[in-house]
């Protein structure tokens, strides 16, 4: 697979305390599934190519496997947490490794017309915002934890 010696992803990647074991929901084949921070959208998580790529179009052979781990990860967040909708956001313009952000949208979110970056951005300049973004209903572990077993006992594939 492709490794970028300069990307923090492929660091993290090539590390095996790259993240934090409590951070890591599962890991695919072709990819890593990641807790994301901003809990208060309850099951956010971060999928992260294994494969160095900076498009999706570049992943090859790869791409198809890569979206159907996306794919069992998203039905997992929509079984585990019951959002009204699910938000995929492939953007990379920070760090530009392969992955998608996959954002749990809720009835109740009084933002929930708008862009989840509003939310964030208002959160790097306001750390009680921070805080509250961080902080979800379910506790991060709990929330690891239901996904996990979702994962594992509907076969997900597993590296």
């Known amino acids: 697979m492709?490794?970028?010696?300069n990307c923090p992803f492929?660091?993290?990647l090539a590390d095996p305390n790259g993240w934090p074991d409590g951070d890591i929901v599962w890991r695919f084949p072709h990819s890593v599934a990641l807790l994301?921070?901003?809990q208060q959208y309850a099951g956010?998580?971060?999928?992260?190519a294994r494969e160095h790529a900076t498009e999706l179009s570049e992943l090859g052979?790869?791409?198809?496997?890569?979206?159907?781990e996306m794919a069992t990860l998203a039905e997992a967040?929509?079984?585990c947490f019951r959002p009204?909708?699910?938000n995929y956001e492939l953007l990379g313009n920070q760090v530009p490794h392969?992955?998608?952000?996959?954002?749990?949208?809720?009835?109740?979110?009084?933002?929930?017309?708008?862009?989840?970056?509003?939310a964030l951005e208002e959160a790097n300049a306001d750390t009680s915002e921070k805080r509250h973004l961080e902080r979800g209903a379910v506790p991060r572990a709990e929330a690891a934890a239901r996904l996990r077993e979702w994962l594992a006992n509907n076969g997900a594939p597993v590296a």
């Not at 052979?61 to 159907?68: H, I």
């Open 2 to 5: 492709a490794h970028d010696p």
């Open 10 to 12: 492929c660091q993290k």
């Open 36 to 38: 994301g921070a901003w």
């Open 44 to 48: 956010y998580c971060v999928l992260v």
């Open 61 to 68: 052979a790869n791409r198809a496997a890569f979206l159907d």
């Open 77 to 79: 967040i929509g079984a």
């Open 84 to 86: 009204l909708k699910l």
């Open 98 to 118: 392969l992955h998608w952000h996959i954002f749990p949208r809720y009835a109740n979110d009084p933002d929930r017309l708008r862009p989840v970056w509003f």
